[in-house]
């Protein structure tokens, strides 16, 4: 079957009298697009266009690219709510271009097999483009067999690995250390969900057989040692084996520091954080079984741990602001009110990132324009072997393009978001910035707050190995 047989795309745009950032550059300019590439970027071109957008006093952005979501997926007995459909257009609604998504092996199963299934589920049925990471749960030596065709033929470059959820998706560092040195021989990445999955489930029977199983006790049974000993663990595993890293939504003081040891070694292990850990804190578990909807691993934490990852940003140390966008509707969540470990983890912000990261980072200072661009879009598309297709504003890049206004305020509420779940997790929050037009591959994906794409646009992206981690800014 062709994943990417699509009508070809003739339009020509014109975006004037915009203020251009990418990860390095702040200029005005004009862009022309061709079909799904920008052609020309000048002052005053004269080209002929089929549409003209008048930027004058926005901003115009590479589209964002979330290398951390996960869409239909099945996880805890469910599925997870925001599917292709309304998850990548809810992402184009919020400036993100792009998603990468998690294939997971089932243990006993192949990866191919596992793949299938995604393609089924996602085939046809994107409206923004995505990727995928292919998720090993179960390393043996017919699994090793299929990474070299994974990455060469169905172009997907890293794998994410599981040091928690023991039973259904985690492996044992010897599984790591053999799936490491497999995916460094072809050129590959691993990801890592960094906890100490035996101190986890320790905690978690002992708060069962105490009785207590209120939301906060998820909280109280992922304490950060179990996050900052399984990062040091991965980095050391990564540096042993010579593979590059990447430690995905890394929430503490703890685990950063772990990361910041290793490059006192000269090692480069990359660091995600999610929007929801720069902005929110485990106070929210305070509640009754509201606090329910902030159940996700690893869990909120504290202000210090905020203050540490908005310093790692500043640093070089966290390179990417993802989402792991796992929305559940409240009638999931309700499938653990009498018992924390049966909620469903997860937290929709797939729309929201880029504007969160916005106001609570440029609008307040923390954060230049720049490094907005950096850790939004262009660090995950070099890292992920993308770059300089995606993730920047230069000639013969896709044109996946955000114009954003820089001072209009909203307010977000799960009554005007496009995500397929029910509460928001960010009700009443007033942002300063807004998306007003986001182009995909050339074509006008949002305007006016409307999709303009139909489901089936979105295109899957197959990536390139990055044999060097170096190739991040910051
Ligand atoms: O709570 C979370 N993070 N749910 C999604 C699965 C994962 O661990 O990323
Ligand atoms: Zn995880
Ligand atoms: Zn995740």
């Not at 998720?135 to 599981?162: C, H, M, P, R, Y």
């Not at 114009?403 to 496009?418: L, R, Y």
């Amino acid at each position: 079957m062709d994943f990417n047989a699509k009508k070809e795309n003739t339009m020509r745009t014109i975006i004037r009298n915009g203020r251009i950032i990418t990860a390095s550059d702040d200029y005005s300019a004009d862009i022309y697009i061709e079909g799904e590439k920008i052609h020309t970027i000048g002052t005053n071109l004269n080209m002929v266009a089929d549409k003209e957008i008048d930027a004058h006093g926005l901003l115009v952005m590479p589209g964002g690219i979330d290398p951390h979501v996960h869409l239909d997926m099945p996880f805890m007995g469910t599925y997870s709510s925001d599917n292709y459909e309304t998850g990548t257009r809810a992402a184009l609604h919020g400036g993100t271009t792009m998603v990468i998504d998690f294939v997971l092996q089932t243990q006993g199963k192949s990866l191919q097999s596992a793949l299938d299934e995604w393609k089924g589920r996602s085939n046809g049925n994107a409206v923004g483009d995505y990727s995928f990471h292919m998720a090993v749960t179960d390393f043996n030596e017919s699994t090793k067999k299929e990474i070299a065709q994974i990455i060469l033929e169905e172009g997907i470059t890293s794998f994410k690995t599981f040091m928690a959820y023991k039973g259904a998706l985690m492996i044992d560092d010897r599984q790591m250390i053999g799936l490491m040195q497999e995916v460094k021989k072809h050129g590959g990445l691993i990801n890592v969900h960094a906890t100490n999955g035996d101190m986890i489930d320790y905690l978690i029977a002992k708060h069962r057989s105490e009785g207590k199983l209120s939301p906060l006790y998820h909280y109280l049974s992922q304490p950060e040692v179990t996050e900052a000993e399984a990062s040091g663990r991965f980095a050391d595993m990564a540096d042993y084996t010579g593979c590059r890293g990447y430690i995905v939504h890394l929430t503490c003081e703890g685990a950063l520091n772990a990361v910041r040891n290793s490059t006192k070694r000269n090692q480069h292990v990359h660091v995600e954080t999610c929007i929801q850990y720069l902005l929110l804190d485990a106070s929210l578990y305070e509640q009754n079984f509201e606090g329910a909807k902030y159940v996700m691993s690893p869990p909120l934490r504290k202000e210090k741990d905020r203050e540490t990852l908005w310093a790692g940003i500043k640093q070089g140390l966290v390179n990417v602001v993802a989402t792991d966008n796992c929305p559940f509707m409240w009638e999931q969540k309700l499938m653990g009110k009498d018992d924390f470990s049966k909620i469903p983890n997860g937290h929709p912000a797939i729309e929201h990132r880029m504007e969160l990261l916005f106001s609570e980072g440029v609008a307040k200072g923390r954060i230049s324009l720049n490094k907005f661009v950096e850790v939004a879009s262009t660090n995950a598309a070099m890292i992920f072997g993308m770059f300089p297709t995606k993730g920047t504003i230069a000639v013969g890049s896709d044109a996946d393009i955000l114009i954003f206004d820089p001072n209009e305020k909203h307010t977000i509420s799960a009554s005007s978001h496009h995500m397929n779940v029910d509460y928001s997790a960010y009700e009443g929050r007033e942002v300063t910035g807004k998306v007003k037009t986001v182009l995909l591959r050339g074509q006008v994906a949002i305007e006016g707050g409307v999709c303009k794409l139909e489901k089936g646009y979105g295109k899957f992206v197959k990536r390139k190995t990055t044999s060097s981690g170096d190739r991040v800014i910051g």
